[in-house]
Every structure is written in structure tokens, then in C-alpha cells.
């Protein structure tokens, strides 16, 4: 394969990034080529099991072909036209994602973190909509995480992510305990919306509790407020269903997407239902990339082959046997303490030693990653075979076998 990254070698590139760019990444050293179905290739032609999916996005492997048919067509078309006029596909796709999950309306981002600041900005104009009173308050949860920007990060319970940006947007309250007693005791009129992740993903995949959601709805409904579902990880089929919160029987009233919406290219979207419908007027909200040509294409095609392969199913039973596999690793496993998660989404907490094993997996060619540090965090794609999560399974259960003997 010719290209230019073949023209590079990776302690050039090491140099030129450690020079120019903002030290923000810590980078583990995988210098990337290029990418086939579940696989990844680095610049000497070494070949890695992809386990995280580019965090949750590639979830239709690399270089679906029927994606890059999609993106070579579109490409040479229109890539991008502004959202002062119409293209063929933004409106499919609303039509399309309100279907798949009871909304009415969307609006599309360039981004996760951007699709939050959408609802955020909707939380409070419905709030002021409802009373001349002050409802402004959004909680959130602890251990969430929904993005960087003023906005997203008030709404991020970490607090090294916190700390040097304050002071950040107010009335926000965190909710510290997952239990329907404590989110009574937070909610009040002032409450305009309560913010979660169906399953925490940087948290480290918690799934939340089903009593806690249900009266999440049942309080937003109580207190006139917007339950916002955050599916930015943990939806688009992630977790063997659609959506997350359809494991809990609720239906938000907004939800925001991104991450695997166009698999791979950058797309994030916030969709609400009719109360909200009417929140934004022209001119209250905008972007210029959100929502182009060809970002939405792919995204129709992404929706197209979910549907057409049967992935959802897929992920399910993949995931049921991942999960089995990871459990039955645990009872042989003292490093092993809990085992969580849906479908393609999945936590194995192991503590401090999770960096340790993200490292040894990656240098046996398996992508993986730990969430804070001690939850080894799997997203692999959906396109992954039982073959695949055997050789998983086994080079884990070698690591840990060899980590425990040492001890
Ligand atoms: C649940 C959740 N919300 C929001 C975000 C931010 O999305 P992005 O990185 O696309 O801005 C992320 C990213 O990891 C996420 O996992």
C-alpha cells in the first residue's frame, strides 16, 4: 500500500506530534495504517484485534465496503454544502432516527459533546418556556461523563476534568447516589432536566439500576422536566438493542448520538420528542459542518446495514457469549471482581492492574482500554466473530494466569 503515512516512521511522527501539537493524549505506541473488518494494521503491517472500536465507533469494523462505496460516491457529489440550503439526505436521516427511537425532531452535530450542548441549550429554553419562575437546574449523575467543552464538562462528574476550567456554567447538581431516594431528595420545580448515560461508558460501564431510571422518568414527569437519555457511547445498537434505555422500558424525551451514527466520520445528532419540539426557533441554534451531505449518506448507509445484517441480534448473542466467557474467566481469576455490562458493551473491573493488562493484550496485538484506570472496557465491533472473542478470551485468561503467578 502507497501512501503517504508509509513515508513516516513512527518516532518521526512521535517527534513531530510531541512538537507541535498541545499535550493533551497520552498515545500508547500503535502507529496506525490502515484497517480490514475487525482489524487493524500499524505501519510495519502488524496486525491488532480491535476490541474498542475507536471508543464505540467503528462499529461496522474498518473499511465496510459498502461504507466506502457510499463515501467515494458521495465524495465526488458533494461533501458539503452549509445549512443555509437543503441536501437529499438530512431529512432522511431525521425521518429514519425519530422512527428507530419515538422522537419527533433532530438536530444534527459535528460531535458528541456538541449534541449535549444542544440539549443543555433545549433544557434551558424548555425550563424558561414552562415558568417566569427560575428552572434552570439540570442534574446530573456521578461518575458521568459527556463531554469537554464549558458546557458538556459541568456536566461531568470528574473532577481532574473539572478543576482547572472553573468556573463553569451553574445550576448543576450531581446526584451521588443511584437510588430513587436520592434522586427525590435532589429534584424540586426548579429542575428543568436530569441527564444520564443508560450505561456509564467512561465511568467505567455501569449500567444503571432499573428502579433508579424508572423513577428518573417518573420524576421528570412529577417536576415537568426533560429526561435526557446521553446514547453517545452506549447507542446505535451498542448494547443489543437500538437504544439503551429501551432495556429499561422508559422513553426520554431527548437523547443525543454520535460516536458510531456515521461510523467513523464525524456525526453526532440530538433528537426530542414533542415536548420539546417546538424549543428552538430559527436563530436559537446552528452549526455549519452538522448535518452535510456526507456525513448523513453514511450514516443512512450505517442505519441500512444494522437493519439489512441483522446486527442487533448479532450484538446480543455475541455479547451474551462474551460476557459468559469473561464470567466463567472470573471464577478462575482472582483479579477478576465483577464482570458488567449489555451486548458489546462490557466492564471487567480488575483495579489497578487494568493499565498493566491493556498493555500486555496490546503487545499480543488486542486492542483494548482501561476506564479510570481500573476497568478493563470492551466495545469490540459488531462485525466480530466467536472466533474472534475464543482468541480474546484466551490470550486474557494467559495474561492473567501469567500476572497471578507472579504475585
Ligand atoms: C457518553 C458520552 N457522552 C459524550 C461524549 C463526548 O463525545 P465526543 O467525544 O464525540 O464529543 C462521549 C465521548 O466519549 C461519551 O462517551
Redesign the pocket.
Request: one cysteine or more; aromatic letters at 4%.
Given at each position: 500500500m502507497e501512501t503517504a503515512d508509509m513515508q513516516l516512521k513512527p518516532e518521526e511522527i512521535q517527534a513531530l506530534e510531541e512538537k507541535y501539537l498541545f499535550a493533551t493524549y497520552k498515545r500508547s505506541a500503535l502507529y496506525c495504517s490502515h484497517g480490514s473488518g475487525p482489524y487493524l494494521y500499524d505501519l510495519s503491517g502488524k496486525r491488532y484485534l480491535d476490541f474498542l472500536a475507536g471508543?464505540?465507533v467503528n462499529s461496522l469494523g474498518y473499511n465496510h465496503p459498502r461504507l466506502v462505496r457510499v463515501l467515494v460516491e458521495q465524495g465526488q457529489r458533494l461533501i458539503h454544502s452549509s445549512n443555509l440550503f437543503y441536501n437529499p439526505f438530512q431529512g432522511l436521516l431525521a425521518k429514519r432516527l425519530t422512527e428507530i427511537s419515538g422522537m419527533s425532531k433532530a438536530f444534527f452535530t459535528n460531535?458528541?459533546?456538541?449534541?449535549?450542548e444542544a440539549s443543555l441549550k433545549i433544557a434551558r429554553a424548555y425550563g424558561h418556556a414552562q415558568s417566569s419562575k427560575d428552572k434552570s437546574l439540570i442534574l446530573a449523575l456521578t461518575n458521568s461523563?459527556?463531554?469537554?467543552t464549558l458546557g458538556?464538562l459541568s456536566i461531568t462528574s470528574q473532577e481532574q476534568y473539572q478543576a482547572p476550567f472553573r468556573p463553569l456554567i451553574p445550576d448543576v447538581e450531581f446526584v451521588g447516589e443511584f437510588t430513587p431516594a436520592a434522586l427525590e431528595k435532589a429534584f424540586s420545580e426548579r429542575v428543568c432536566a436530569l441527564v444520564i448515560?443508560p450505561v456509564?461508558?467512561?465511568g467505567g460501564i455501569v449500567p444503571l439500576p432499573a428502579d433508579f431510571v424508572r423513577a428518573a422518568r417518573e420524576l421528570c414527569d412529577r417536576f415537568n422536566a426533560l429526561l435526557i437519555a446521553?446514547?453517545?457511547?452506549?447507542g446505535l445498537g451498542r448494547t443489543g438493542k437500538y437504544f439503551a434505555f429501551e432495556h429499561y422500558g422508559i422513553q426520554p424525551d431527548v437523547i443525543?448520538m454520535?460516536?458510531s451514527l456515521a461510523a467513523g466520520y464525524?456525526l453526532?445528532v440530538m433528537l426530542g420528542n414533542a415536548r420539546v419540539a417546538d424549543s428552538f426557533k430559527p436563530g436559537d441554534h446552528g452549526t455549519t459542518f452538522g448535518g452535510g451531505p456526507l456525513a448523513c449518506r453514511l450514516a443512512l448507509e450505517v442505519l441500512d446495514v444494522i437493519a439489512q445484517e441483522g446486527l442487533i441480534r448479532k450484538v446480543d448473542e455475541l455479547g451474551n457469549y462474551l460476557i459468559a466467557g469473561l464470567k466463567a474467566s472470573a471464577t478462575r481469576h482472582r483479579l477478576i471482581s465483577e464482570v458488567r455490562g449489555k451486548g458489546l458493551m462490557i466492564g471487567v473491573q480488575i483495579g489497578s492492574e487494568a493499565k498493566d493488562i491493556v498493555n500486555r493484550l496490546l503487545g499480543k496485538g488486542i486492542i483494548t482500554n482501561a476506564a479510570h484506570d481500573t476497568v478493563l472496557r470492551l466495545l469490540p465491533p459488531f462485525v466480530i466473530s466467536k472466533s474472534n472473542i475464543d482468541e480474546f478470551l484466551n490470550t486474557l485468561d494467559g495474561i492473567l494466569t501469567e500476572m497471578e503467578a507472579t504475585k
Open positions: 471508543i464505540s460531535s458528541g459533546t456538541e449534541a449535549i461523563f459527556h463531554g469537554r458538556a448515560e456509564q461508558g467512561e446521553d446514547e453517545i457511547q452506549c443525543t454520535a460516536k464525524p453526532g
